[in-house]
């Protein structure tokens, strides 16, 4: 069995020049994807929320997740804005606060937040009020978050060649390639 970070720097070497961009980021990407990685394994559910301008996104990744051609069992990944249709209303810590009571309720295995955007978006708050939430923030640099910047022109790409990432070492992970313990 394989060390994960040396299965990621292998991944990120296979998919080519296109990658390269991630081998110097995988230092900062390894720590969290192995967080979210044993929350997955733990039996959390994993909730999705993004900014407006990342929706698609979550639109993508929730379509191919569990696409019935991978093999692999389901696995529980949901959108926030489709779980709480109302979650544009949010706009207090006590608004917050009710919505965490209703997930905790929902998910008795426990959950873990999938952010992808702008720290300076509501969403976000949610997000950072769990210290095991997988983030990855536009245009700050975050302690436990993984750093974009919204201005590359390459962003879009980037966050699909994440995602693929992210799916391959799930993948690794279920089929027993990889060890998370370092």
């Known amino acids: 069995m394989q060390k994960f970070l040396k ?4 991944h990120i070497r296979k998919d080519g020049s296109m990658m ?15 967080s979210m990685l044993k929350n997955l ?11 407006d301008e990342r929706e698609w996104f979550c ?3 929730l379509r191919d997740i ?4 991978k093999n692999r069992p389901l696995l529980p990944f949901v959108s926030l804005k489709s779980f709480y249709p ?7 810590k006590e608004d917050i606060e009710l919505l965490e009571n209703m997930l905790y309720q929902t998910f008795s295995n426990g959950f873990t937040y999938f ?26 640099q975050l302690q436990n978050s993984f750093f974009l910047s919204s201005g590359d022109e390459n962003l879009d790409i980037k966050l699909i060649q994440l995602y693929k990432l992210l799916d391959k ?5 279920l089929f027993a390639e990889v060890d998370l313990e370092d």
């Open 115 to 140: 952010y992808i955007g702008k720290n300076s978006n509501i969403k976000m708050q949610i997000a950072k009020r769990r210290d095991d939430s997988f983030i990855w923030v536009m245009d700050e």
């Open 59 to 61: 639109d993508y990744m």
């Open 86 to 92: 109302n979650l544009k209303t949010i706009k207090t």
């Open 169 to 173: 070492s799930i993948n690794a992970l």
């Open 7 to 10: 299965w990621t720097l292998d």
């Open 20 to 34: 390269s961009w991630m081998e110097e980021k995988r230092f900062e990407w390894v720590p969290l994807n192995v």
């Open 66 to 69: 569990n696409r019935l051609s």
């Open 41 to 51: 394994m733990a039996g959390h559910t994993i909730v999705v929320v993004t900014d």
